[in-house]
C-alpha cells in the first residue's frame, strides 16, 4: 500500500503521534497527515538548520493570499492541505494565523520574561493544533474544545521540559524569565545541568505539565471512542515520558526521552480494550 508524502512527514516528525494515529479511524486519519504535515514543514522552517525564515514569510503570505504560486511544489502542496482542511471542517479562520505568528516568535528568537507570553506561544503552536484535531475528530461541546486545548497546552510543555537540551543548542528557552529566577537558573546553556536547583525546577515544571494534562482528561468522554483510543494512547505516553524524567531531571541531557513503538502500540491495545 502507497504511503503519501504526508504520512511520511508524519512519521519522520514525531514518533508517539505517528505511532498513536494508527488508533485513529481510517478515514479521517489522512486528513491528520495533511495537518500534521503542514505544521511539521512549517516548524522545520525555524527549527532545521539551516534556517529558513524566509520561506515561512513566503508560506504566511500565501495563506493571506490564500494560493501558493510564490511557493514551490512540495511547500504548495502542503498550503493546499491546510485550505483543504480549513474549508472542509470549518476551522476558526484565527487557528492558523494564530500558529504562525508563534513560529515567527521562533523565528525571532523570542526571550519570554512571563508566563503569559510562554502562553501565548503555545496558544499558536499548540493549543490551536488540538483544536483543528478536535473539529477534524468530531467534536462540539465546548467542554471538549476546552480540553482539546489543554491537551495541546500539556503536550507541548512536556516537549519544552523533553528538549531542554535541543533548545539550548538552538539558542532558546520557552521557560519565562520570572519563573527561572526561582531557581536561579536566570542564565540558559548547559551549566544548569549542575545548578542545585535545576532538578527542583524540572519537577515543578512536571506538576504544571501534569495538572494540565488531568484538566484535559475531563474532556476525553467528548471525543468519539475509536479517536479516543488514539488521544489516550498519545497522552499515557506523554505521561510516561513525564515519569522517566522525574526519575532523574538531569536525563534530559542525556539522551531524548521517548517511548518505543512497540511500547506505544501495546499501550494503544490496553486502551482500547480497558478504555483508559
Request: with cysteine; charged share 30%.
Amino acid at each position: 500500500m502507497a504511503v503519501s508524502t504526508e504520512q511520511q512527514i508524519f512519521k519522520k516528525g514525531s514518533k508517539t503521534y505517528y505511532n498513536s494515529s494508527f488508533f485513529f479511524p481510517k478515514n479521517i486519519r489522512e486528513d491528520i497527515y495533511r495537518l500534521y504535515s503542514f505544521v511539521r514543514v512549517v516548524d522545520n522552517f525555524v527549527d532545521e538548520e539551516p534556517y529558513r525564515p524566509d520561506l515561512l514569510k513566503d508560506i504566511s503570505l500565501a495563506y493571506k493570499n490564500k494560493e501558493g504560486s510564490n511557493l514551490d511544489k512540495s511547500n504548495s502542496k502542503i498550503l493546499e492541505n491546510i485550505l483543504y482542511l480549513e474549508k472542509k471542517y470549518k476551522f476558526d479562520k484565527k487557528w492558523i494565523p494564530a500558529f504562525l505568528t508563534s513560529m515567527e516568535m521562533d523565528a525571532q528568537g523570542y526571550k519570554y520574561k512571563t508566563m503569559k507570553e510562554t502562553l501565548k506561544y503555545i496558544y499558536g503552536s499548540a493549543e490551536v493544533i488540538g483544536l483543528m484535531m478536535s473539529t477534524i475528530l468530531g467534536v462540539k461541546d465546548k467542554k471538549g474544545l476546552e480540553a482539546a486545548k489543554l491537551q495541546g497546552r500539556a503536550m507541548q510543555y512536556i516537549n519544552f521540559i523533553r528538549d531542554i537540551d535541543e533548545d539550548i543548542k538552538l539558542g532558546r528557552c520557552y521557560f519565562p524569565s520570572e519563573e527561572r529566577k526561582k531557581y536561579n537558573l536566570t542564565l540558559w546553556d548547559k551549566k544548569i545541568v549542575k545548578n542545585k536547583y535545576f532538578n527542583q525546577f524540572v519537577l515543578d515544571q512536571l506538576r504544571l505539565y501534569g495538572t494540565w494534562q488531568k484538566e484535559a482528561q475531563n474532556g476525553w468522554a467528548k471525543i468519539p471512542f475509536r479517536s479516543r483510543i488514539a488521544v489516550i494512547t498519545a497522552s499515557n505516553m506523554y505521561n510516561w515520558t513525564a515519569s522517566q524524567i522525574a526519575k532523574d531531571p538531569r536525563i534530559v541531557f542525556q539522551k531524548k526521552v521517548k517511548p518505543t513503538k512497540l511500547r506505544v502500540l501495546y499501550e494503544g491495545i490496553k486502551v482500547a480494550i480497558t478504555g483508559h
